[in-house]
T-cell receptor, first 113, second 122 residues
């Protein structure tokens, strides 16, 4: 099965940097995703890691260590609009052969002025 | 590209009635679509995996006779909540998976989410 842990809430100030951690245990691993979800809306894709290392995309970066079952999402130059829930999701291969995403409970980030 | 729509965006129904939610991939063919449910302040929980032309695969604890899934074409999957009860009130989100090899965010095989359907059962 899959087990994904991430902090429930984080707070930060505008312009700062914040790191959201995610740890996972999985029976099969085929990639880790980060999604952003604003209240009442569907998740939107932020990043994808399948190999160890850092993936940078503008103000957002994501890191993966497969041996440690660990990832983080780094948000730089925080803006008020970054206040949202950030979901860590692991893609695994089920016994049926299909791949599926398992989501963590999300980290609610509140950015204050 | 890779846009997924859902209809309706919100619905209110009376207890005991059935509600159908549509999920469409607008600019790509999705052989696989997924249905999730999200309760307030909870994560997305996968309900079922829908494959075009075959029966859906339901996750443990999800009643297949209550949540009917039909994936009759490569661009449309429907979820019907039968005999809805107040405890079925939730945010239902579908996602569609792009075919492997399609240029995308994760080497193909990426899931794109619909905007969600908020169901309230009174």
């Amino acid at each position: 099965g899959q087990n994904i842990d991430q902090p429930t809430e984080m707070t930060a100030t505008e312009g700062a940097i914040v790191q959201i951690n995610c740890t996972y245990q999985t029976s099969g691993f085929n990639g880790l995703f980060w999604y952003q979800q604003h209240a009442g809306e569907a998740p939107t894709f932020l990043s994808y890691n399948v190999l160890d290392g850092l993936e940078e995309k503008g103000r957002f970066s994501s890191f993966l260590s497969r041996s440690k079952g660990y990832s983080y999402l780094l948000l730089k130059e925080l803006q008020m609009k970054d206040s949202a829930s950030y979901l860590c999701a692991v893609r695994g291969v089920m016994n049926s052969g299909y791949s599926t995403l398992t989501f963590g409970k999300g980290t609610m980030l509140l950015v204050s002025p | 590209g890779a846009v997924v729509s859902q209809h309706p965006s919100w619905v209110i129904c009376k207890s005991g009635t059935s509600v159908k939610i549509e999920c469409r991939s607008l600019d790509f063919q999705a052989t696989t679509m997924f249905w999730y449910r999200q309760f307030p302040k909870q994560s997305l929980m996968l309900m079922a995996t829908s494959n075009e032309g075959s029966k859906a695969t339901y996750e443990q604890g999800v009643e297949k006779d209550k949540f009917l899934i039909n994936h009759a074409s490569l661009t449309l999957s429907t979820l019907t909540v039968t005999s809805a009860h107040p405890e079925d009130s939730s945010f239902y989100i579908c996602s569609a998976r792009t075919p492997a090899g399609l240029p995308g965010l994760a080497g193909g095989d990426e899931q794109y989410f619909g905007p969600g359907t908020r169901l309230t059962v009174t």
